[in-house]
Nanobody, 126 residues
Framework: VQLQASGGGLVQAGDSLRLSCTTSGRPVSGYHMGWFRQAPGKEREFVAAHRRSGDIPYYADYVKGRFTISRLNAKNTVYLQLNSLKPEDTAVYYC????????????????????WGRGTLVTVSS
């Protein structure tokens, strides 16, 4: 499956953005989906994930209550709503797809994802 992320941009602290990740080649309904981010000079870190059943979202503690992951299978798209953005949220955001059977225990591990998009840059100014 190919993934295309979009929606990044330059915003001020406290603003909101909505990132989108669209699949092509295969329907998004067949995948668990995740968002990761990588800030300059730092390792890639988990942000949020969503099981393909759509029933349980997972969030990193540092975004819980501010970010929301959702999906619209009819559009083969997964969204990440970013609210109350902080300068430390500045990073390239990547979406990824997984088919692992153990997703509920591996959702925050980048190795559980077999397909990755190119990323979209989010820059938050203070």
């Amino acid at each position: 499956v190919q993934l295309q992320a979009s929606g990044g941009g330059l915003v001020q602290a406290g603003d909101s953005l909505r990132l989108s990740c669209t699949t092509s080649g295969r329907p998004v309904s067949g995948y668990h989906m995740g968002w990761f981010r990588q800030a300059p000079g730092k390792e890639r870190e988990f942000v949020a994930a969503h099981r393909r059943s759509g029933d349980i979202p997972y969030y990193a503690d540092y975004v819980k209550g501010r970010f929301t992951i959702s999906r619209l299978n009819a559009k083969n798209t997964v969204y990440l709503q970013l609210n109350s953005l902080k300068p430390e949220d500045t990073a390239v955001y990547y979406c990824a797809a997984s088919t692992t059977a153990s997703f509920s225990s591996a959702y925050d591990n980048a190795r559980a994802y077999g397909s990755w998009g190119r990323g979209t840059l989010v820059t938050v100014s203070s």
